[in-house]
Structure formats: structure tokens, C-alpha cells
């Protein structure tokens, strides 16, 4: 590779292959300079010829493909083309003769991205190319570092257990109160910042997010539970203002029909386990679940069921070090082979951490280990922040808030360890000792309903 040597904290700019019928008034001079920003993206290559793209794209393997789909000889052979691409996102633009072709090109969700009618924003295209390759880097490629560690030190071997489909995280815990909510919420802030498109699904009712993110509490996963279908889980969703890359899907705030998701079999279609489950479908990067103390309702149960990772949110009491261990055992004993959670996917943090703690973490851990053998790796701990309750009540962020800088440094380092793979490091040439890691451990991500 040419240009200065990456090393493990720098991101590698996306790679993209242009593709246009006409290379001196569209690609170089409107397509290309809208890709300029090396530090976002490095143009592999360029082509006008449909059969040098054919064969271009196979040789370079670029992250994303960006096109016109007027280089293609026609709307079946270009679809055809583009669902058989391996390890290439494309973005497809449509002069308006083809319009009608555009729910057939969406249609192919395993690799199209964006489908967009000319004239188009190629800024706003080269924006959203660089969002869709960070958030395919989260999704498939290596795994968070946290996870290759321990996953070496599990007994059962490396390798043992495949951990499948989009990354999605449950944040729970036994008790109320540790900062479910405040850090899940703060991750995804964190990973919309880096482009991955992230849903946060707010489980509690009311539902956190809506108090927290200056949301409504409607549209919500009402929507979801009346109309189990794509349109009903769209229709659920909530934007956050000025983050492009964040869904937020709340539950209902009406107690009935919170109830009525409640006592829905998990088997059926509209039950809250598919629900996050649909979510799949949608190319999320992250998908991360702020749930509602576990065991009392199926809202945080059936997300659990749902999820390939947890991260039990404690603080350093002794209390919540009880209610660690009933989490624990709930997650790797009683859920047992209905979860989709291998031991090796439970992490746990530390909330609310001060100088004068009694219990360090080290303690926290060891207690527990005494008593369930092992316990998931401490991956952050995050200090008491006093003025963090007041930057959430005027609708600030602690990711970002310069009051809250070392609650923010600590959602950057879970958020490393977490989804970190995805971002540190292109899988094809792995560049630092996590990457390798992932590699020598073979462990792949593939999304499976
Ligand atoms: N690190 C922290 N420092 C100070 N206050 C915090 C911290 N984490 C959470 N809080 C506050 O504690 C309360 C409970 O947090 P929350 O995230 O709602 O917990 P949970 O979702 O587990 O019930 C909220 O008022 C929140 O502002
Ligand atoms: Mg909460």
C-alpha cells in the first residue's frame, strides 16, 4: 500500500471504485472531486467501460462502488452484477429514465447501500459512501479486541463459539439505577460519530432516550406491535437531530400496549424479540439494547434473547456486586441454549466510580469470581460524574460534554473494545495485534435471522 504507514488508532480512509459513462464531465469533474479528502477516502480507481468495471471491481476489491447506473447495458444485468459483489458496498445512481428500477435496486440489501436519483449532491453521496463503509467495518469485520482477549483465555478454546449477525449489545443489569441508559446512550452517540449506523432500542417505560435525546415519546415500537412488517418496524423509528447515522426506537409509553408487547408469545411474528430481531435486515452496524432491570418484564428478557453480547452495568457496591452474580448466572445458566450469547460475549462495567470507593474493581471482580468461578472482564469504569445528571436535563450529551471529559473518555474506550475491530483497523490488511488476532482466530461475523 502506498502513503504513510497506518498505525492501530488511525482509521484507514475508505476505498472506493468510481464508475460513470462519461469520464471527462462526470466522473473527473463532478464525481471525483467530491472524493478529495484523503484522510476519509482513497479512490482506487476509476472506469467508463462496463466491462473494465466488471473486471476492475473483482481485481481492486474496493470497500465501496460508487456508480452511475448508466454505464450498465441495462437495469437486469447491472443488478445481477451488483448482487453477486463479495466484500463491496455499492451506491447506485439512477438518471430519472430508470426511476422505476429503484425498489429493485434496493431490493438488494445484501450489498446496496443508498439508491439515489440524478441529479444528485455528489458531496452528500461521498458522505454517505464514507458512512456506509464505517458501518460495514463494524458489522463483518474483525472482532473487538475485548472479545478476541478473552476469548484466548476461555477454557473451551479459541474459535469455539461463533458469535453471529450484527453486533448488538444489551446493556442490563438486576439493579435500577446503575447507568444503563446514560452509557448505552452515550455509546451510540459515540459510534454515530464515526459514521456506524447505530439503532438504540430504549426499552424502559417511559423510555429514557426520549428524556435524554430531546425525543417524543411517539412514533414507537407501537408501530412494531401493530404491524409486524418493515413498514411497522420504519415506522417506529426516531431520528436524532444532527446525527445522520443514529436510529432510536423507543417502547411504548402507553401502559397497555406496553403490556400487550409484554405478553406476547416470543414466537410470534410481532413479539419484542423479533423486533430487535427485524432490525437485522436493516444493515445497522450496532444495534444496542438499554434495557429495563432483567427478569421483570419480557421487554428486557426477549431483547436479551435477541442479543449476541451484554454488558452488565454495575456499581462498586455490594449490592450490585449481588446483583452481578444473578445476571451472570441468569445469562450463562438459566437462559441457557435459548440465548444467543456465548460466556465469552458477557462483559461488565463500573458506574459511578470515585476516589473514596471501598471496593476497587479489582475487588468488585474477585468477590465475584469466588463465588461464580468466573466473571466477565471489567472493560471500563466510569467515574461519578456530579454534573452529569444536569447536562442531560438541558438536553446535552456526556459523550461530548466538556464537563463530562472523563465519562467521555470512557465511552471511547468501550467503545473501542466493543465494536473496535470495526474501526482501528481494515480487516483485508490487518495493521495492528487486535487485527491479527481476529484473523488468526478466523472468528467471523455473518448475519443470520
Ligand atoms: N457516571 C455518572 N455520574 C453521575 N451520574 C450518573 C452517572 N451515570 C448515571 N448517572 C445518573 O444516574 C441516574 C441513573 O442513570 P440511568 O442511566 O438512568 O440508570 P439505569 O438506566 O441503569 O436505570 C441518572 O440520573 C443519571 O443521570
Ligand atoms: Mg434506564
Known sequence: MNGPQLTAQSTPPATVFLAGPDMTIQVLRQMYPAFQDTARYQVLSMAIEWEDIKRQVAQYRPEALVIDADVAPGPEVLRDFLGQLVGTIVLVVLSPAWVKFKGMFEGIQTNVRGVYLAPV???????????????????????????????????????????????????????????????AEALAVELAREHIKTLLCSFNSPPAAAGHLGLKVTPNATEWLNRP?????????QHVRGFDDLDVLLAPNDPHILALGNDRDMKDDGSIQNLVLAAYSFN????????????????AMQALLAAN???LVCRPTLHDQYAAIRAYQLLTEELGVQARLPPEAIFAVLNFTTPDDSLSAKDFQAAIIEFTGRFPPLLAAFPFIAKLPAVQNRLDLPAIAPECDEFGRAVRSLKGKLVGGALGHNSRKPTSDAGLLGKVLGITFRVQK
Not at 412488517?229 to 423509528?237: K, P
Open 121 to 183: 449532491n455528489w458531496a452528500a453521496i461521498a458522505n454517505a459512501t464514507y458512512s456506509a463503509v464505517a458501518t460495514e467495518r463494524a458489522r463483518t469485520l474483525d472482532l473487538a479486541p475485548a472479545t478476541s482477549v478473552h476469548r484466548q483465555a476461555a477454557p473451551s478454546g479459541p474459535g469455539s463459539t461463533l458469535v453471529v449477525g450484527t453486533r448488538t449489545i444489551a446493556f442490563t443489569s438486576f439493579a435500577g439505577g446503575t447507568g444503563k441508559s446514560t452509557i
Open 229 to 237: 412488517t418493515v413498514e411497522g418496524f420504519l415506522g417506529s423509528l
Open 284 to 299: 445497522y452496524g450496532a444495534i444496542l439494547l438499554d434495557l429495563p432491570p432483567f427478569a421483570d418484564t419480557m421487554w
Open 309 to 311: 453480547a451484554a454488558v
